[in-house]
């Protein structure tokens, strides 16, 4: 009997494996296969998924010490537009510039999803981890993540988050609610919501909060002031015109972030109704421009760099090989009261009409 090859896989091999044994099962090369490990272009698809397939199913350990990676923290945005990346960027690289590490940035052009080039990019690099903001991996994505050590944290996540996967978020709910109790405390009862979309996290979360807040109150929703947006300036001005031109419009507006909120504002500008006067408004977010809106705007607050420095935190703990003492982690909403919102003086719409 001729003896087994040099770097033949055991027989019933069991535990991650090794690349010699990874290239013996998949009939190629150690050097092909170590060119998939660390996300070189120069292979063929096939051949690729083949090897992925089997560090999927079977994992993969390192012969040696593990290969040294960059000093760097990757952040994948969805979309870079408005203030909500800095606020984000400001926490990260404030925790980046404490441990000596540098930062770099993708962003997806309005995707939640990064495409494969994303993916190989980050894997040649080899950073400390990945920090998603408001994105998220494909199941595949995150497995080669996690088979080459590099940690991913989901920050602001926008489905239910990945079981394997560290976040941190904001409380949503509490914010939703708060706003309704506010508003609800200056004597509104006809009271809209303008959300984001349905299948972000974030969207459903303050959108029931909001309604438990006008439950609880027993202040019933009417289905026609519940208006369903994209988080985009022109969303929350469109939906804001519909409301304002109903036969009995809305006495106060929740937009579900900031930027809606201001769309209100111009819709509110367009057709003559006076903030606070005629409409009060509440945002989401908190971001630099809320101050600055005429009048100024009452806004839910989320504490988008302290979120982000967390996340980075998490992402020096996992690289470290440390636990870290909570899987999900949720910073407190608040209430920021500014001159956006007054007790309601004309439930039938602006002054003079």
Known sequence: MSPAPEHAPAENPSGPLTIAELAALAGVSTATVSKVVNGRSDV???TREQIEELIRSRGFRRQR???KSAALIDVLFHELAGLYPIEILNGVEEVARHHRLGVVVSELGGRHVPGQGWIEDVLARRP???VSVFSGLTAEQSERLYSRDIPLVLLDPTGDPDHDAPSVGASNWNGGLTAARHL?????RRI????GPGH???SRARLDGFRAGLDLAGVALDPALERHSDFMIEGGREHARALLRLDAPPTAIFACNDGMALGVYHAAAELGFRIPEDLSVVGFDDLPKAKWTIPPMSTIRQPLKEMAAAAANMVVTLAAGGALPQHRLELATELVL???TAAPRNAKGPAGS
Do not use: F, N, Y
């Open 44 to 46: 063929s698809a096939a």
């Open 65 to 67: 010490r593990p290969t």
């Open 128 to 130: 400390h981890g990945v």
């Open 184 to 188: 609800i405390g200056l004597g509104h």
């Open 192 to 195: 809209a919501i303008v959300t």
């Open 200 to 202: 972000l996290e974030s």
């Open 338 to 340: 500014r001159q956006s």
